[in-house]
């Protein structure tokens, strides 16, 4: 059971925006950054957002990230084919003094 | 260009320890700490610690506290993760990964992964 919550799945078809949520904490997501990362198939993760909202150099405009209170979110707007991947949320967790990451968040491109 | 390299697949038996490598390049090794995480088949990635390459300090995720070593070599600029008292369950891919900064920074540069099979 991971300490962060994220749904197992998520879906949509290309072009729509959809959202991924991770649930967490005042020890983790509360008092924290957290981070997002897209797994594709067979390849390492890559970071996607860090600090809540901030896209690293290269990543399209197409993600963005929020967060209010203990909850954040991942949105990914105009999806692509090439969208479809795992998703996990990330954040350090003062109770733990370790990071801690969602169960990840498998997307679907219909 | 910032480049983690690690070491090659390994199968080991239960019990046994493993030890894996991850060399840097492309920035000052010693001004990044340095994540390890894995990812078990079928489930998601899981935080097992972290290492300051500049002083050697460690800090490891609770679970893994007493069989999860973390060290460096800052002659080549490479980082080891070795995981003793091997179970089934530690089959994964390993990664390393560095830290955007210190402790409280998530991982940004990640290595290409290690797989170790643990299988009798």
């Known amino acids: 059971q991971s300490v962060l919550t994220q749904p197992p799945s998520a879906s949509g078809t290309p072009g729509q925006r959809v959202t991924i949520s991770c649930s967490g904490s005042?020890?983790?997501?509360?008092?924290?950054?957290v981070y997002w990362y897209q797994q594709l198939p067979g390849t390492a993760p890559k970071l996607l957002i860090y600090?809540?909202?901030q896209r690293p150099s290269g990543v399209p405009d197409r993600f963005s990230g929020s967060k209010s209170g203990t909850s954040a979110s991942l949105a990914i707007s105009g999806l692509r084919s090439e969208d479809e991947a795992d998703y996990y949320c990330?954040?350090?967790?003062?109770?733990?003094?370790?990071?801690?990451f969602g169960g990840g968040t498998k997307l679907t491109v219909l | 260009q910032v480049q983690l390299v690690q070491s090659g697949a390994e199968v080991k038996k239960p019990g046994a320890s493993v030890k894996v490598s991850c060399r840097a390049s492309?920035?000052?090794?010693?001004?990044?700490?340095m994540h390890w995480v894995r990812r078990a088949p079928g489930q998601g990635l899981e935080w097992m610690g972290i290492?300051?390459?500049?002083?050697?300090?460690?800090s490891y995720a609770q679970k893994l506290q007493g069989r999860v070593t973390m060290t460096r070599d800052t002659s080549t600029s490479t980082v080891y993760m070795e995981l003793s008292s091997l179970r089934s369950e530690d089959t994964a891919v390993y990664y390393c990964?560095?830290?955007?900064?210190?402790?409280?920074?998530?991982?940004?540069?990640w290595g290409q992964g290690t797989l170790v099979t643990v299988s009798s």
């Open positions: 990330a954040a350090w967790d003062d109770s733990l003094s370790g990071w801690v």
């Open positions: 005042s020890s983790n997501i509360g008092n924290n950054y």
């Open positions: 492309g920035y000052t090794f010693t001004s990044y700490y």
């Open positions: 990964a560095r830290s955007t900064s210190g402790w409280y920074g998530g991982p940004d540069y």
């Open positions: 600090r809540i909202n």
């Open positions: 290492i300051n390459p500049s002083g050697g300090s460690t």
